[in-house]
């Protein structure tokens, strides 16, 4: 469930952030609170389905992330991925 979502319950229900975050985890709903959570796996996955033909906005959409967030995480991991590791 995406932060846009949230707010939308919270505002239509009456329910405070927590309150809906609780009965979210309660029923087994996964919530990003902070960015987008890529490993090597996702990474990799993403790879795959572009090379199949399949677009960023599609992909995103499989992710339930926005573009941008896919976009910026997907850079995020490159970079460290890149960067030299200390001995």
Do not use: D
Not at 22 to 40: K, W
Request: no cysteine.
């Amino acid at each position: 469930m995406s932060g846009g979502e949230r707010l939308w319950v919270t505002g239509r229900y009456g329910l405070t952030r927590a309150r809906v975050l609780s009965l979210l985890a309660a029923h087994g709903v996964r919530v990003r609170l902070h960015g987008v959570a890529v490993n090597a796996e996702r990474v990799v996955e993403y790879a795959e389905l572009r090379s199949s033909g399949v677009g960023h906005e599609e992909i995103a959409a499989r992710f339930g992330v926005s573009p941008g967030g896919l976009y910026r995480a997907i850079r995020k991991h490159r970079e460290a991925s890149l960067s030299p590791h200390p001995p």
